[in-house]
């Protein structure tokens, strides 16, 4: 298990929201977009619950915070096994399939 910083989870956090952004506009199957949705929700949790902390302790390593993302990892493994056939966009998949890793790597503190 490595060592990742909360600036670094930080950063993680952001592509990957960025990426769901995209890809809730993609998709038009309700499921898919509850999926996605669910997903968002949890992380813009999380991120709100880091940006309650100092600077100084950005340079801590992380530890997930809230409940919601503990369990949030079958939403984020729904949607990288589905990547092809869910957001045909090119560059949706490709930004997914970029952004996903860093942030699965953050489940192995939970």
């Known amino acids: ?19 769901l952004t995209n890809a809730y506009w993609e998709t038009s199957e309700i499921h898919r977009k509850d999926c996605v949705f ?20 950005h340079e801590m390593t ?8 503990h369990s949030s990892e079958t939403n984020l493994r729904t949607i990288r096994n589905n990547i092809d056939t869910w957001f045909p966009r090119n560059a949706t998949a490709t930004q997914l399939q970029r952004s996903i890793p860093p942030v699965n790597a953050l489940f192995e503190f939970v």
Do not use: Q, W
């Open 1 to 19: 298990m490595s060592r990742v910083l909360i600036a670094d989870a930080i950063t993680h956090l952001e592509d990957l929201l960025e990426a």
């Open 62 to 69: 992380y530890e997930p915070i809230t409940a919601a993302f």
């Open 38 to 57: 669910d997903l968002v929700t949890v992380i813009y949790g999380e991120l709100n619950e880091l940006a309650k902390l100092s600077y100084a302790d």
